[in-house]
């Protein structure tokens, strides 16, 4: 098993590009996350998926959009990259409800200059 | 509001010697909590759940809802326990979701 499957796993962006990071798993699982992680900071949470077909804000939300494009897929896009956007993002899934934890993919660095 | 605090950024202890990582929460409701590890250049890796109260590599986690602690411990360290550790929170008015402290960078050094 793959478990959580992301892409690219580096990416540099010019200020006011875009790009789509995608994001895959195969353990059946409801739910999806997007995190990002910032030294000082830890791990905030950008949107979530409770099920296929529905999406919602977390923590930190602006300045990205989301796509639960079927029970596998999640997607995060960055419309117009800017600087504070710089870090590394975690895709993670979960089972739901339960206690299991999160499964996560192992990050994209990006880089917006 | 719920939150997750993780007092010490770096935590620096010789080969042999006990750790503990602190980690204290803030929420009104029945808390369940969870330490995740990150190994150099790996991924995020589930570690403990308090509510299986399992000790895993060594590590230990007691949940002290009177004190809202839940302190990592190990009483040797190893070389190979030097990673990144998160402390979370599951929030269960929220779809699962899980809010993380800022992370503890233990070094073990030989």
């Known amino acids: 098993n793959a478990g959580v499957t992301q892409t690219p796993k580096f990416q540099v962006l010019k200020t006011g590009q875009s790009m789509t990071l995608q994001c895959a798993q195969d353990m059946n699982h409801n739910s999806m996350y997007w995190y990002r992680q910032d030294p000082g900071m830890g791990l905030r949470l950008i949107y979530y998926?409770?099920?296929?077909?529905?999406?919602d804000k977390g923590e930190v939300p602006n300045g990205y959009n989301v796509s639960r494009l079927n029970k596998r897929e999640f997607s995060l896009r960055l419309e117009s990259a800017a600087p504070s956007q710089t870090s590394v993002y975690f895709c993670?899934?979960?089972?739901?409800?339960?206690?299991?934890?999160?499964?996560f993919g192992s990050g994209t660095r990006l880089t917006v200059v | 509001a719920q939150r997750v605090t993780q007092p010490e950024k770096l935590l620096s202890v010789f080969k042999g010697a006990p750790v503990e990582l602190k980690c204290n929460y803030s929420y009104s409701g029945s808390p369940e909590l969870f330490w995740y590890v990150q190994y150099s250049r790996q991924r995020l890796q589930l570690l403990l759940r308090h509510i299986s109260r399992e000790s895993i590599k060594g590590f230990t986690a007691d949940l002290n809802k009177g004190e809202t602690s839940f302190h990592l411990k190990k009483p040797f360290a190893q070389e190979e326990d030097s990673a990144m550790y998160y402390c979370?929170?599951?929030?269960?008015?929220?779809?699962?979701?899980?809010?993380f402290g800022a992370g503890t960078r233990l070094a073990v050094h030989p």
């Open positions: 998926s409770a099920s296929e077909g529905t999406t």
């Open positions: 993670a899934s979960s089972e739901d409800p339960g206690s299991s934890g999160y499964t």
């Open positions: 979370a929170l599951r929030w269960s008015g929220g779809y699962n979701k899980l809010i």
